[in-house]
């Protein structure tokens, strides 16, 4: 038996588990040097069909570079693939450097600007995460779990 690997695509949507009978959905948003960026959409789904329309238009709970092994395990169940709503999902900004000499770079890795004080206060070094912390962190939203500190983190900052 040939064993498939997964290869994320921009756009791939795939269901995280919640409970037996719940899952949010989440979205394969870019790509960098092997590094995924996921979004984790609001609310629970029960139904496939009531999920896969929702990515066009649902607000984002959470953000995270996780590795992909829930995807490539089957765990994260691909559903589709929509990159239409792509555009319209903002794309994190990281420190990089010491803080006396701080910059920002984009999520492709490109720097953007020397960091300011603001900057300094509000972004985040980049973190790549186990993706069971991303699929806690959803668990918890719906009231599966404890909220922990960490997955703050994770939260989507609405501008």
Not at 58 to 71: E, H
Not at 95 to 108: M, Q, S, T
Not at 111 to 140: N, T
Request: hydrophobic fraction near 45%; include cysteine; aromatic fraction near 8%.
């Amino acid at each position: 038996m040939v064993r498939q690997t997964y290869k994320a695509n921009r756009g791939d949507l795939f269901s995280i588990p919640i409970d037996e009978s719940r899952f949010a959905l989440g979205q394969v948003v870019d790509l960098w040097q092997g590094t995924i960026l996921v979004v984790v959409f609001t609310g629970d789904h029960s139904l496939l069909n009531d999920a896969l329309p929702l990515a066009a238009g649902c607000g984002i709970d959470l953000m995270a570079i996780p590795f992909d092994a829930l995807l490539c395990n089957g765990t994260w169940q691909i559903l589709g693939n929509e990159i239409s709503n792509l555009d319209r999902i903002p794309r994190p900004y990281f420190l990089i450097g010491p803080p006396e000499e701080c910059v920002v770079e984009d999520f492709h890795g490109k720097a953007v600007r020397c960091a300011d004080g603001e900057d300094l206060k509000h972004l985040k070094y980049r973190k790549i995460m186990v993706p069971i912390r991303v699929q806690k962190a959803a668990m918890a939203l719906h009231g599966v779990g404890d909220w922990e500190k960490d997955f703050e983190r994770l939260k989507m900052r609405q501008p």
